[in-house]
């Protein structure tokens, strides 16, 4: 029997997404671009391809500048960021970590991205849930931050 997946998975506040879905073992799956193979299609990982579609589509981010489960260590403890942005130079300029459109984007979820930052030290931080969208602009020099209302666009980072 198929999946509905756009009953089991609503709307999000962010444009529709070209997914490739499909059920594997009779689970509901997507293709993700950006690792190059079929995933298992939970909550957060339908948050994750439509943000990462949003920032190639609307924002003009380079699909080759995204990663998507980019592995770091942080205290000895290996760590996974949900998708990392990398600059031309090829350093890390942004982290956007995701939550299932249930979970709500707390003061916990900002303590986890920002804990990666100690390791990755990028300008911008984002956290989604699908439904809210939290951008923040890091200056790490000054150990400062400011919200910003807007996901910026590549050329803007």
Request: net charge neutral; with cysteine; proline share 8%.
């Amino acid at each position: 029997m198929k999946t509905d997946f756009r009953q089991k998975y609503p709307p999000l506040n962010l444009p529709p997404a070209p997914l490739r879905l499909s059920e594997q073992d009779g689970e509901p799956a997507v293709f993700d671009p950006l690792r190059r193979r079929i995933v298992r299609l939970t909550p957060e990982e339908w948050v994750r391809q439509h943000f990462t579609s949003f920032l190639i589509l609307e924002k003009k981010y380079p699909a080759g500048l995204l990663g998507n489960e980019v592995s770091l260590t942080l205290n000895g403890t290996a760590r996974r960021c949900d998708s990392v942005v990398y600059g031309l130079d090829g350093l890390p300029r942004m982290i956007v970590e995701y939550k299932a459109p249930t979970v709500a984007l707390t003061q916990k979820v900002f303590d986890q991205i920002s804990r990666y930052n100690i390791v990755l030290r990028v300008e911008w931080l984002i956290v989604s849930n699908g439904l809210q969208h939290i951008c923040c602009h890091v200056d790490i020099e000054k150990g400062t931050y400011e919200f910003v209302s807007q996901v910026p666009s590549y050329e803007d980072l």
